[in-house]
DNA sequence: CAACCTAATTTTGAATTCAAAATGCCCGCA
DNA sequence: TGCGGGCATTTTGAATTCAAAATTAGGTTG
């Protein structure tokens, strides 16, 4: 299946920052690169703007999406909420050996933290989230989990991560291991969320400054909007 | 934009129940039916599909995608997330005018409920619950909640509404009228989990019996798996 | 009579073709 | 020199074409 291919390849370019957001995505170029007619790649472009990843405009061709301030916060205010759910849901299906796996990332993870090996870190980081979502065996929230935090993670590179927040994000972990260990559904729900409130403040504070010129929705305009509503 | 304008027509075709789950897509007949050729209504299948609205079989076209009793329980299960959230958000965010507006509809929806009109009571339930999401004002979840909420709906028909609990529905929605008043977002988010877990139980009673027997994943490989994680 | 094998037909997946829109280029002109 | 208009080129959106796979039908044989 030609298709589901090209779907995950440009998908994976996108998400490594191959083709960085808001770059033109010709197609010409990427069907040379990928060996395949203009068809199953436009197929493959309209799949991805469903999921938020492209952006096509009429007759102009499509963009990497370029999340905006706003839709960023949008995107991790969802995230939040559907980590929170992953957490309650895995605290009452987890099996052991889930928990063990999990417990073991964990290990090696505050590993990688001693190790002062950030990469390493964030794997790990990952893969424990991962496992929670997968722990809470539901394929629709897995699915939209995966998909909104890939649309998070493609612009990662605006976070860097200072040390003081490297050691709550530890004891954060623990704090999370410890709930499933208990399966403390609600407990787990918190942390998480504030976990990834963290996180979210690293990457407005590193991010907003910077993009705040060109995006059409920019900062100002989001402050306004939200006041306006209150 | 052909493109748009056939997804929306399909996917309307597949929530009308025009199209009934299950049931094989003839790519030849739709497109006669709209008069385009197969390159756009395919590429509205891909993007369907991706929805989880339709599934693909490779070389061997798509049908309406028919919800097992496995998947329609993960739906509710990320519905309540989505929901639950977007009632933390909206109390935090609801102007007066949109919750003058979701009283006015409630108003209507008792009014509804002592005319005994299902139909219309159906319709005021769902626009305050689009209400409640568009006062989150987050798009991301607008749309997550949009799509989740429309496979829902694809499979209303199973549910009959017992009069007892018709009654629950409407004292549920008083609660959410009042905590949106009192800006209360746990309160609210309670409540809209609880709201929709009633209504999944009536599908679960209604539809579990009669998709047993030919879904591949039915109640009892369902029973089993959950109970083999424990 | 039933099972199976083969050939025709249909249907799918992808490439190619074609028309319309947008982009870029060049020239004239103030 | 700077600006605008018109033509050529490129790019997009959609139809058509073509090859491969599946389905169907029919015939053969045990």
Redesign the pocket.
Known sequence: ???A?IVARVRELLLEGAIPPGT?????ELCERF?????????A?KVLAAEGLVV???????RAAKPTSRSLQDLFEVCEGLEALAGELACRRITDAELRAIAALHAEMVGHYKADDLAQYFRCNRLIHDAIVRAADNAVLSGLYETVAARIRSVRYLAPMPSDHWVIAIKEHEGILNALERRDGQGLALILRSHLRVKRRQVEEAGLAENADEAGDDNVTLLRRRQNRA
Do not use: Q
């Open positions: 299946m030609l298709h291919e033109r995505i010709a197609e010409r060996g395949v007619s203009r068809t199953p790649l436009r197929e472009l096509l405009l009429p007759n102009r061709g499509a």
